[in-house]
T-cell receptor, first 112, second 112 residues
Framework: AQSVTQPDIHITVSEGASLELRCNYSYGATPYLFWYVQSPGQGLQLLLK??????LVQGIKGFEAEFKRSQSSFNLRKPSVHWSDAAEYFCAVGSGTYKYIFGTGTRLKVLA | EPEVTQTPSHQVTQMGQEVILRCVPI?????FYWYRQILGQKVEFLVS????????KSEIFDDQFSVERPDGSNFTLKIRSTKLEDSAMYFC??????????FGNGTRLTVT
């Protein structure tokens, strides 16, 4: 069955610290992988995507993610977190142009 | 940058009433979607729509739900007889072939 697991429900980091949000997936075919961010009361904004090619992808706001097929993972990273990064982060997997499957999300809190 | 727009931002309705949630996808997009997010839970796929027909739908998308593209710009989700458990944030999304989904800011539906 297709699924996405985000093992960390909440993460708290200090401003300026590095960040890694974990995402593991189960998918039969070669997946398309995404990270979206949701600020309170807002919609889902695409941070980055992986379709094929270079397994390290760069996104907006200084985020990057690495696709590791052997580990079925697509972890999101940022070297130095800003207070404005506090939000909920969703990993998603899909193929083609049909449905995405979302993880349960990781809520990031940033301490000043 | 073009956006997916959703109206209204908040809809309150009584149980058993019909509601229509409206979306204007990005103009050159061909694939349209509805997702929902019950408060504090993950984003769930409802339905995808392409070429004037449903491409795929989830178990959630039962006979109480329908989608329509009544003209060249709008994409609507109708719930015929709302239930308390339909209370959620409903997100519309659109895309072109093999590209990430672009989400609107959502409509918060409250069923009382």
């Amino acid at each position: 069955a297709q699924s996405v697991t985000q093992p960390d429900i909440h993460i708290t980091v200090s401003e300026g610290a590095s960040l890694e949000l974990r995402c593991n997936y189960s998918y039969g075919a070669t997946p398309y992988l995404f990270w979206y961010v949701q600020s309170p009361g807002q919609g889902l904004q695409l941070l980055l995507k992986y379709f094929s090619g270079d397994t390290l992808v760069q996104g907006i706001k200084g985020f990057e993610a690495e696709f590791k097929r052997s580990q079925s993972s697509f972890n999101l990273r940022k070297p130095s977190v800003h207070w404005s990064d506090a939000a909920e982060y969703f990993c998603a997997v899909g193929s083609g142009t049909y449905k995405y499957i979302f993880g349960t999300g990781t809520r990031l809190k940033v301490l000043a | 940058e073009p956006e997916v727009t959703q109206t209204p931002s908040h809809q309150v309705t009584q149980m058993g009433q019909e509601v229509i949630l409206r979306c204007v996808p990005i103009s050159n997009h061909l694939y349209f979607y509805w997702y929902r997010q019950i408060l504090g839970q993950k984003v769930e796929f409802l339905v995808s729509f392409y070429n004037n027909e449903i491409s795929e739908k989830s178990e959630i998308f039962d006979d109480q739900f329908s989608v329509e593209r009544p003209d060249g710009s709008n994409f609507t989700l109708k719930i015929r007889s709302t239930k308390l458990e339909d209370s959620a944030m409903y997100f519309c999304a659109s895309s072109v072939s093999n590209s990430p989904l672009h989400f609107g800011n959502g409509t918060r539906l409250t069923v009382t």
